[in-house]
């Protein structure tokens, strides 16, 4: 499920990629050079921020083992008292 999600989020990154470097070709060719330059920024700096943040969503191995640990712990603590 999580490699799932994952491939499908790179593949609205890279398609997104796809377009945003279609289209500044299409207005280098049309002579508005300025305009392609802009786009190839936004691309160049959007598309590694979305490719961050859709796969910083996902919960590491450790980071279940910890919330494992802190249940347990909870557990331990409620039969105490």
């Known amino acids: 499920m999580k490699k799932k999600k994952k ?3 790179f593949g609205y990154v890279n398609f997104s ?4 470097i279609v289209l500044s070709f299409w207005f280098l060719l049309a002579g508005k050079s300025n305009i ?3 786009i190839v ?3 160049g700096v ?4 979305f490719a961050a943040t859709s796969t910083s969503e996902e ?8 919330l494992e640990v ?12």
Not at 70 to 81: A, G, S, V, W
């Open 7 to 9: 491939n499908e989020s």
């Open 17 to 20: 990629f796809f377009v945003g």
């Open 36 to 38: 392609a330059m802009y």
């Open 41 to 43: 920024g936004i691309v």
């Open 46 to 49: 959007i598309t590694p921020l």
């Open 59 to 66: 919960t590491t191995e450790f980071e279940l083992r910890q």
């Open 70 to 81: 802190l249940k347990e712990i909870e557990y331990l603590l409620r039969e105490r008292k």
